[in-house]
Structures are given as C-alpha cells and as structure tokens.
C-alpha cells in the first residue's frame, strides 16, 4: 500500500476538490483536519491541514505554489480518463499547469491542485510500449 502524504491550507476547499476530482474519501481515515482520498484499492491521498503535517517533518515546509518538489503521476485507463479527471480538477478549482503535450505512444495532461501541488495523469498505449520507452 502506498500512503502519500499532503499538506494543504483548507480542508474544506481539499474536501470538495479531490471528491470533485472523483475519488472517494475514506471516513475513517477523514475528519475536519484531514482528509483521506482513495486512489485505487493500494494507494491513498492522506490530505492533511499544514499544522497537522508539520508535526510528521522537521524540515521547513515548501510553498508548492513558487516550488516543486515532487510530481505525482497517476495511471489512468485511458485516453478519455485522462481528459476527464483534467476536466473534474479544472471544474473543483484545480488549473492546468503546461500545455498538453503531443501524443506519442502516451496521453498525458498535468494538473494542480488549488494550493499548487502538480499531478500528472497518463494512459500509455500497450502495443506502443511493447518497444520500450522512446531514445531520449
């Protein structure tokens, strides 16, 4: 299982955001300073208040709207997921942070979510990926 831990500013507008976005939250694990989004049956989105994660880290906490410091690419089933989780996020006040770029043996399109921290989504094509990644 993979828990990916994410400090935000607002629970409420993270709440509307990543179930707007199309994933479940888990009430166990969701209360009014974290919320827990369901990804897939292994990996979770722990969203938690800044004061809350700040507890877990001693280093200083990065401003994800002026720096990055990870990208998060999720698979996707499709060609057409891949577009519609771009649409739910920009819907749920999420903003596209790159242009789409051309297609090759992959779909992919880039999102952040309202405090700025960037996902990527993807769907490869398995007879285009038979060959391997193309030479960089």
């Not at 979770?44 to 690419?73: G, H, M, N, W, Y």
């Not at 749920?92 to 960037?118: L, M, N, Q, V, Y």
Request: charged content about 20%; overall charge negative; proline content about 10%.
């Amino acid at each position: 299982m993979v828990f990916v831990n994410l400090p935000i500013t607002d629970i409420a507008w993270a709440r509307a955001f990543y179930e707007g976005t199309g994933f479940l939250s888990n009430p166990l694990f969701s209360d009014d300073k974290a919320l827990c989004a369901v990804v897939s049956d292994t990996i979770f989105l722990r969203v938690l208040k800044q004061e809350i994660f700040t507890t877990f880290i001693t280093r200083p906490l990065a401003d994800p709207s002026q720096t990055a410091s990870a990208l998060f690419a999720l698979s996707r089933e499709s060609k057409a997921a891949v577009d519609a989780i771009t649409a739910a996020t920009l819907a749920h006040g999420g903003s596209e942070p790159r242009p789409i770029p051309d297609p090759g043996c992959t779909c992919s399109r880039a999102f952040c979510d309202p405090d700025g921290k960037w996902f990527e989504t993807m769907w490869m094509d398995p007879a285009a990926a038979q060959g391997g990644p193309p030479p960089a």
